[in-house]
């Protein structure tokens, strides 16, 4: 599948270009010399779970996403929530990796779930590797071993800079006519054809080459069941071309003030002008999260007057600031102190209470 910019309208996308790239360089130069910049970008990561999940059609609330963070889920978590905590961790690995190393083959079989810390993407176990006599004891250590061998083979070929060999096609004998995985669907195929696109949008500006990969994303459709894979990745790419170096962009934040039917447009220019507004719009609204940020901490911080040296409270704003929402357990977890304590403490700071519930409170910064 070939995704074709030899017909770019670049006439008519200029003006929307050039507000991106405008709102884009002053959110980074800001949030590289402010002094809530940590805050930010770990607060940036659980709001654009969240957005990522709403711009795909399901709702998942950002504080229950805090609190199964934390592991302290209220109640049993949702597949939704699950997708999000994925979508959450996918992007605290990038911003904790090299620029461009998300885009390249290595880390994209990372983020697929090919090879991890865990070594997911092992190939799993079959019991006719070999074949075994009915009356002969079957060797699980000799088994065990060669996929151990085999998994430290990859794993080191990956880190070593190496693109992992494709897998092999699965038969699932519960699904032998395919129903479910579906066999013409070649996922590196289609990675392959969306990666040829980067080299040609290599050579636009930064905010249209962003928005022409996520656009050829949504079009080429790579991957199966991490199709949010490619908001992040758009997220990468501006890092990697250096356009916002001090966090990693919350594309699905504005993407959800943007209308479905421009995002879905089949005319490619709406659907391009619409996510450089997205853009635009998500820097916006990160120039306004700084700015609250920023006037709470002074707020806070004025209770911080005459107050004994190894008091808590200066850890309690950090993590205050970090977070959409906290609670009684997390404040007392991160401070070391007990949950009776930690309810001292936010009363001294006089946060904002924010479940309107008298069984369950949480607190944050709106």
């Known amino acids: ?22 709102m884009l360089a002053r959110l980074d130069e800001r949030v590289l010399r402010h ?6 970008r770990e607060r940036g990561h659980f709001f654009d779970a969240a957005g990522a999940l709403w711009v795909g059609g399901e709702l998942v609330h950002v504080e229950d996403l805090v609190l199964h963070d934390a592991r302290m889920d209220t109640r049993t978590p949702t597949h939704e929530l699950t997708i999000a905590h994925s979508v959450l961790r ?45 009356d002969e004891p079957e060797d699980d250590f000799g088994v065990d071993f060669a996929e151990i061998d085999a998994i430290l083979a990859r794993s080191d070929k990956i880190l070593n800079g190496g693109v992992p060999e494709p897998r092999q096609p699965i038969i699932d004998a519960q699904d032998p006519l395919a129903l479910i995985r579906d ?15 980067m080299r040609e949008a290599d050579l636009l500006p930064a905010t249209l080459g962003a928005a022409v990969l996520f656009d050829a994303w949504e079009r080429i459709e790579p991957l199966r ?3 949010w894979l490619g908001g992040l990745l758009a997220s990468a790419y501006l890092r990697s071309r250096g356009k916002v170096t ?28 619409a996510f450089l ?22 707020q806070m911080e004025v209770r911080l007057k005459d ?38 403490l936010v009363t001294e700071l006089g946060l904002r209470e924010m479940t309107g519930r008298g069984r369950y409170r949480g607190w944050g910064v709106l």
């Open 183 to 197: 066999e013409d669907w070649d996922e590196d195929e289609r990675l392959d054809s969306w990666r040829a696109v």
């Open 307 to 344: 107050r004994r040296s190894n008091s808590s409270l200066p850890e309690v704003i950090d993590i205050v600031l970090s977070r959409p929402i906290v609670s009684a357990k997390m404040i007392a977890r991160h401070v070391g102190i007990t949950s009776r304590g930690a309810l001292n």
């Open 1 to 22: 599948m070939r995704y074709d910019l030899t017909t770019l309208p670049l006439a008519a996308l200029l003006p929307a270009v050039v507000k991106a790239e405008d």
């Open 90 to 134: 996918s992007r605290r690995r990038l911003w904790a990796a090299d620029p461009s190393w998300g885009l390249e083959p290595a880390g994209l079989a990372v983020l697929r779930g090919e090879v991890g810390e865990t070594n997911e993407g092992s190939t799993p176990r079959s019991t006719s590797a070999r074949s075994i006599e009915p």
């Open 246 to 273: 001090s966090h990693l962009f919350c594309l699905n934040v504005g993407l959800k003030a943007v209308r479905h039917d421009r995002r879905r447009a089949p005319d490619r220019t709406t659907r391009l002008t």
């Open 35 to 40: 002094a809530v910049a940590n805050g930010f």
């Open 277 to 298: 507004e997205a853009m635009a719009l998500s820097a916006d609204s990160g120039l306004k999260e700084l700015d609250r940020l920023s006037l709470a901490k002074l």
């Open 225 to 227: 069941r991490q199709h």
